[in-house]
Structures are given as C-alpha cells and as structure tokens.
C-alpha cells in the first residue's frame, strides 16, 4: 500500500507541475470595434510581453486589426457580431507602436502600444 501512495503523489506532482507555465501569453486585451472606432485606444505593455488581443466586432460589417509602426502583427479580420483571439508578442524595443483597427473602406482608428523597458 505505501508503494501505491507514492506513485499516486510522483502522478500527481507530475501532472501539476505540466499545468503550469504553458508559454502562452501573460494578458488578455480586450478590443471592441464599434461604428465609430476601436477601444481602448491605448495599450501598455513590457518589452517582449506575450498578449492576448481579443476582438469583438459590434458593427454590422467586416472590421479588421493589423500592426503597423513596427508592430509585427498579422491582420486578423473579424466578421460582423463575431469574436476573434491572436497574440501578440509586444516589440522588444521600448517606445510608441500601432495597431490599427478598421472597417476596410470605412472608419479607420489606432490604438497606440506603449512599450516599457525592462524594470
């Protein structure tokens, strides 16, 4: 019986230590798209930092998200009322970048990504 106990404990401490630090990114960003822009029309982030940007689409029409300023960011197209996650790894270079967010033929906004330097 203590033999069982102690593969029960080695599984377990084997399956807790596989849960933890997946590599995935940090944060979630939330980003809306309406009729009249994106928001919010700021990001922060650390050097290098991994996130989350999900986008939800409140327009009746196509919207899209893509990097630009440095910002390496592949265009993510969102269809009308619909939800789309990417990630994003933020520059590792502190300063000012953009993502822009817009209805193609339509309103255009950015969203400014604030990049920190390392603490």
Known sequence: MPLLLVAATAALLLALAACGGDGGPSREIKITQTDQGCTPDE??????????????????????????????????????DKTRSANFTAPDEPGEYSLKC?????????????VAGPS
Not at 69 to 77: K, N, Y
């Open 43 to 80: 990001i922060t982030a650390d050097a290098g930092e991994e996130l989350k940007l999900t986008t939800s689409n409140e327009t009746g029409h196509i919207y899209e998200l893509e990097g630009e300023g440095g910002a390496h960011f592949e265009e993510v197209v969102v269809p009308e």
């Open 102 to 114: 817009y209805d193609p033929g339509g309103v255009s906004s950015e969203i400014k990504v604030r």
